[in-house]
């Protein structure tokens, strides 16, 4: 129950500080950087609730995990690690709080490949940790990751079509949602140097840290782990 909570005051907050009228109000009422506070404070209670709450809940299991989803997901986890890090090192036109619109050739190149690295490096971890784990704290716990990050994009996009008018469309024609969409339809084209080489060697290096440190970071070992 605990955790179940958790996980929805996990998402729903995000959401509610991110995408509604409330982000509005409460930024008239603190000023930005008070908003921007208060945005933080709650995004890190909320996980450190939902965290605590999952070490602590029962593991009724459902399935037992096989052996080819860890393997998966160790496939998938580089994946991961290199789309966060180029995520969150580039200018981000598509954040929740103070993304500003970017011109033709300001675009970072993830960005070509898709509008929302950050989303899809949540997505493809959460999904493949639900998949690996057959439990019900799992599911729940990796579950409130999948859904935001299934709904942020579809609410970010939302905000930011109004917020930039013309502009969202100019820079919407230059990327695509779903990964590579842009660049098969040939509405943009990207080279792995416009990525950033050193990014994506730092985004293997931090897979091969998570990798190492997995046991000491969730108590599992890798030779059980999901």
Do not use: C
């Not at 459902?62 to 998938?76: I, S, V």
């Not at 954040?95 to 619109?101: D, E, L, N, Y």
């Amino acid at each position: 129950m605990a955790l179940t909570l958790a996980a929805l005051f996990f998402v729903a907050s995000h959401v509610l500080l991110s995408s509604t009228p409330l982000r509005t109000r409460l930024a008239r009422l603190f000023g930005k950087t008070g908003f921007l506070t208060i945005y933080v404070l709650v995004s890190v209670l909320s996980l450190g609730w939902l965290i605590v709450t999952f070490f602590d809940a029962p593991r009724d299991v459902f399935w037992e995990d096989p052996l080819w989803t860890r393997g998966l997901l160790m496939l998938a986890m580089p994946i991961v690690s290199v789309l966060l890090v180029t995520g969150i090192t580039a200018k981000n036109p598509t954040m929740a709080v103070v993304g500003r619109p970017l011109k033709a050739d300001e675009i970072p190149g993830i960005f070509r490949v898709t509008r929302h690295p950050v989303m899809w490096a949540l997505a493809i971890w959460s999904g493949g940790h639900m998949l690996a784990n057959g439990d019900a704290a799992s599911l729940i716990f990796f579950g409130a990751f999948l859904t935001l990050s299934f709904a942020g994009p579809f609410l970010i996009e939302r905000k930011k079509r109004v917020e930039w008018g013309s502009a969202w469309g100019a820079f919407a024609g230059q990327s695509s949602v779903i990964p590579f969409a842009a660049i098969v339809q040939g509405r943009t084209k990207v080279t792995l140097a416009e990525i950033g080489w050193g990014k994506i060697l730092f985004g293997l290096l931090l897979y091969a840290a998570f990798m190492l440190g997995h046991q000491w970071l969730s108590g599992v070992a890798l030779m059980q782990f999901s």
